[in-house]
């Protein structure tokens, strides 16, 4: 690089061409740092963002009509949220809550406002975490998934948890669902088939402060007899056809929500008459992980 002096003397000679390469040097110089601030901005905001839809596959909406609970006073206290829980997380379930939810067609600010208390990312392995919030389902580990949050939001509104209900929910998963519903319910009863989730599940419920939840290992296609009646019940597993002990075990003005099907599923409601008889329609098609254990044998097989 040239010193003080050579500058001198070549500006004394051609001083318009020296001031022009000192201009051409200092607008380099000028775009460097331009681009080096906005890679450094982009790093720390996660840019650039690719659509979620092209990232992940996820199902869009149908609008249906659908049931909408009246708002009431939950009658159970929140679990508190944890002191260390990150605010981007907050503002990220704010977001799904709007964008997801209410954008959609999920009106009952009931249900809205148990989806904007419960730290989704808190039922999710440490590795999906940054995803918890997104439109898609998530891997929990054996073989088996955390529903969409806007399956999860319509499924309990078409539920219609009402705060002196006892809900069923079948297929605890990492136990989310069940968060959801003891929001909204008296109690909450919950099976998981698969023993090393709902002995997780049981941990996490606890540890984050419901004491309105009780976890059962079992398989929930015969429902649980011993807390019945429920008036609301919910699967997150689909079977081949609505099984007959869980319309059953529904209290009379209960609905039953969960998907059917196998290759071809549909969100199938069932609700219990005043006669004993059910009234059963579908509101959309889903794709849901398969219900294991006793659905999946042949229906001549089954008892009663």
Known sequence: MPDQADRQAELSRDPEGARVRRCAWGAAGAIVAAAATILALGTLNGWPVVDAQFRRPFMPAIPEP?????PSQRPAPAAEQPPAEADRF?????????????????????????MRRVPRHLYVPESERESAYADWPLQIGAGQTISQPYIVALMTQLARPTPVARALDVGTGSGYQAA?????????????IVESLAR????CLAALGY?????????????????????????????????APLVEQLA??????????????????????????ARQWSVIPVRFVPMTGEAQRPATGRGP
């Open 90 to 114: 907050v503002e990220r379930r704010r977001q799904m809550v709007e964008s997801q939810l209410a954008a959609r067609d999920i009106r009952d600010e009931r249900v809205l406002d148990a």
């Open 252 to 277: 009379v003005g209960g609905r039953l929500v969960l998907p059917v099907g196998d290759q071809t599923q549909e969100l199938i409601v069932v609700e219990k008459q005043a006669d004993g008889t």
């Open 180 to 192: 959801v519903l003891a929001e909204l319910c008296q109690q909450v009863y919950s099976i998981e």
């Open 211 to 243: 004491d309105n939840i009780e976890v059962q290992h079992g398989d929930g296609y015969r429902g649980w007899p011993e807390r019945a009646p429920f008036d609301v019940i919910i699967l997150a597993a689909a079977p081949p056809r609505v099984p």
């Open 200 to 203: 997780q599940a049981r941990a």
């Open 66 to 70: 659908v049931a909408v609970a009246q």
